[in-house]
C-alpha cells in the first residue's frame, strides 16, 4: 500500500510538473492566463515572475520525490545530492515568485493571503531544509525536506480538490477561495504525521538496537 501511493504520488508529480510545457504549445487564451485582465498580462514583471514561477515549482515538483527513495539514495547517493541541489534551488525561486503572484490571485484577499501563506511557508521549510543539511543535521534536513515537498505538492491537490469544490459547490469563486487554504494545509498535516511515524520507527530501532547490544 505505501508503495503504490508513493508510486500514485510520483505519477501525479510527473503529471503536473510537466505542466509549464503547455505554455510552449498551447494557446494562452486555453490556458490559465486568459483568467488575467490585459492590463496585468502587458505587465513585464508580473509576466517575467509567472514564467519563473511555473518553470521553477514545475522543476521541484517533478524532481523532489526523487529525494525520498532509500534505495535510490543509497545506490546514487551523488545523483541524489545534485538533485538535492536542484530542488532546494527551484523551491526556493518557486516560493519567492509564489509570493509575489499571490498578491494577484483571482478572487480578492482571501485567495491572494491563502497562495502568500503557501509561498512563505514553502520558503521557510525549503530554506530551512537548505539550513539543516549544511549543518549535517541529517533528521532534521529529512524532516523539513517532507514538509517543503508537502508545500510543493500544492500543485497537484489544488488541481485534484478544484475541480471537485466546483462540482460539490456549482460556485467557481468559493472553490477558488478554499482551495487557496486547503491545497497545502492538508499537506502539511500529512508531512507531520509522516515525520512522527518515522520519528516513532527511529526511536524503536535504537532501542532495539541497544537492547540487542
Given amino acids: ?97 509564489g509570493i509575489y503572484l499571490g498578491f494577484y490571485a483571482n478572487e480578492g484577499a482571501a485567495a491572494a493571503l491563502g497562495f502568500i501563506s503557501l509561498g512563505l511557508v514553502w520558503f521557510i521549510f525549503t530554506f530551512n531544509a537548505f539550513l539543516a543539511i549544511r549543518k549535517r543535521n541529517i533528521i532534521a534536513h529529512q524532516q523539513l525536506m517532507i514538509y517543503s515537498y508537502a508545500c510543493t505538492f500544492a500543485a497537484v491537490t489544488l488541481r485534484l480538490w ?15 477561495i478554499t482551495v487557496a487554504w486547503l491545497c497545502w494545509i492538508p499537506n502539511i498535516f500529512v508531512a507531520y504525521f509522516i515525520n512522527k511515524k518515522n520519528k516513532i520507527a527511529d526511536e524503536s530501532l535504537i532501542k532495539f538496537t541497544r537492547q540487542d547490544h
Avoid at 1 to 26: E, N, S
Avoid at 50 to 60: E, R, Y
Avoid at 162 to 176: C, E, M, Q, R, W
Wanted: net charge positive.
Fill in 1 to 97: 500500500m505505501k508503495k503504490l501511493l508513493f508510486v500514485l504520488i510520483c505519477i501525479l508529480a510527473l503529471m503536473i510538473g510537466a505542466y509549464p510545457l503547455t505554455y510552449a504549445f498551447v494557446d494562452h487564451k486555453n490556458t490559465f492566463l486568459h483568467t488575467k485582465a490585459p492590463e496585468l498580462l502587458a505587465n513585464l514583471v508580473w509576466k517575467a515572475t509567472f514564467f519563473l514561477h511555473i518553470i521553477f515549482a514545475g522543476l521541484s515538483l517533478l524532481i523532489g520525490w526523487t529525494q525520498f527513495g532509500s534505495k535510490f539514495r543509497n545506490k546514487h547517493l551523488k545523483l541524489h545530492r545534485m538533485l538535492g541541489k536542484i530542488y532546494i534551488i527551484s523551491a526556493l525561486i518557486g516560493s519567492l515568485s
Fill in 162 to 176: 478544484y475541480p471537485l469544490l466546483v462540482k460539490i459547490t456549482d460556485d467557481n469563486s468559493f472553490s477558488y
